[in-house]
DNA sequence: TAATATAGTGCACGTCCGTGCAGCAAGTCA
DNA sequence: TGACTTGCTGCACGGACGTGCACTATATTA
């Protein structure tokens, strides 16, 4: 459906309007690409258009917008590592071409208003892929349905774990089977602080 | 130094480009703000950038660059959660006497210049806290060093691996039992893609 | 061999859009 | 009371920019 050539345009665009704050016009493709007529250009930008890379505000200066198949705005002049593919089958290839998106932290996690992020300490949650030392990122709220992972306070003690209520008490529990679930009963203090949405890790270094 | 109709007009161009993908016209902002003369808004634009919040690409259609007064691009409100603390002993406290920093992927995962990420399809890192699913972001070189997790382009197949020289050979060896250490000898098709720095996953939903 | 798709050139037209200049009303400061 | 600042209006100018039409050259396909 599209060409090498209709690649790099899109490409170009994405990295001007990422670069810029704003998209090119189609002059400044065609100087970019040596195409000295915005015809040349124009029939590239309706290729892309029609296969769905590109959303034209049309009669707008600059009213280019790449977005991505599914329709998500794909230059925002935000943060974002380049989500090139999928890793362990297929052939993600280091270029413009396979740009599949953005790793945006708040397309991922969601809107950051009524969120938080905790750092984690102890091997409680290895099972569900939580480590020392891990980012737990957590929607604010204090019900919770069974099976999520929440955030709680439990005798002045936060602690993250699977939420499981039971009849008149409530369990939390570690993935990890060195751990005993906890039994929360009714004249405890107990609160949760939210549930977990999220988590980000560094590794090595 | 910019009263709130400043902020206001600050506010829209930064909502503008994130909803559209390209900052507005000066007579866009007008139209918002009931400014019918095109310098009313030129008032607050000067305004604006003389306070080193706006870039102005001059001529320029649509050449409005919001940024942050260091002169990082900011139509995307620089993101970050609230890094509240230490969960699994302490207390924390959701308010802001106990903000922590702010978890800035930016911070943790550094600069996404010469980096990218990559969705995991697959069980063979479990052990290293990597499941099927989950977004590594990975920083972009030809070498790595001994224990690295790295992705690699092995017969044209990519995969995420722990990174293990030998004398002339190499070894990848899976974060799970379940799977046996690829053998790579010189002979085959090997390209190292890059280095994993971080790992990033959504929970629930 | 004719029809069609690809990949453009070239130009005119009209609108979009930033700029510059002139002016004005309300408030404030001295 | 007169100068100055703030926050605009109104308009004309010119260049930036998208569009439409006509035309061309080279492949590819029927």
Redesign the interface.
């Known amino acids: 459906m599209l060409n090498d050539r209709a690649h790099e345009i899109l490409g170009f665009i994405r990295r001007f309007?990422r670069e810029?704050?704003?998209?090119p016009?189609i002059r400044e493709i065609g100087v970019e690409f040596g195409i000295s007529s915005t015809n040349g250009v124009r029939f590239y930008l309706k290729m892309l258009e029609k296969a769905g890379y590109l959303?034209r505000?049309g009669k707008i200066?600059?009213?280019?917008?790449?977005v991505t198949p599914g329709g998500a705005?794909s230059?925002?002049?935000?943060?974002?590592?380049?989500?090139?593919?999928?890793?362990?089958?297929?052939?993600?290839i280091?270029a413009e071409e396979s740009f599949d998106g953005s790793?945006?932290?708040?397309d991922?996690?969601g809107d950051?208003r009524g969120?938080?992020?905790?750092?984690?300490?102890?091997d409680?949650m290895?099972e569900a892929?939580?480590?020392e030392g891990?980012?737990?990122?957590v929607r604010?709220q204090e019900a919770a349905s069974a099976g999520?992972?929440i955030?709680a306070?439990v005798e002045?003690?936060?602690?993250?774990k699977y939420f499981h209520p039971r009849r008149g008490s409530i369990e939390l529990v570690a993935a990890n089977p060195k751990y005993q679930p906890i039994v929360v009963s009714s004249g405890m203090n107990f609160r949760i602080?939210g549930?977990?949405?999220?988590?980000?890790?560094?590794?090595?270094?």
Chains 1, 2 share one sequence.
């Not at 810029?20 to 998209?23: A, C």
């Not at 002045?156 to 993250?160: G, I, K």
């Not at 549930?195 to 270094?205: A, E, K, L, Q, Y």
């Open positions: 309007a810029h704050g704003f998209p016009t959303k505000c200066s600059r009213g280019l917008v790449p705005v230059s925002a002049p935000s943060f974002g590592y380049p989500l090139l593919g999928t890793v362990a089958a297929g052939q993600p280091l790793l945006d932290p708040r991922v996690f950051p969120m938080f992020a905790l750092r984690v300490r102890g409680s290895i892929g939580i480590f891990d980012y737990v990122v604010q999520e992972i955030v306070l002045d003690d936060a602690t993250v602080l549930v977990v949405r999220g988590v980000m890790r560094t590794v090595g270094r």
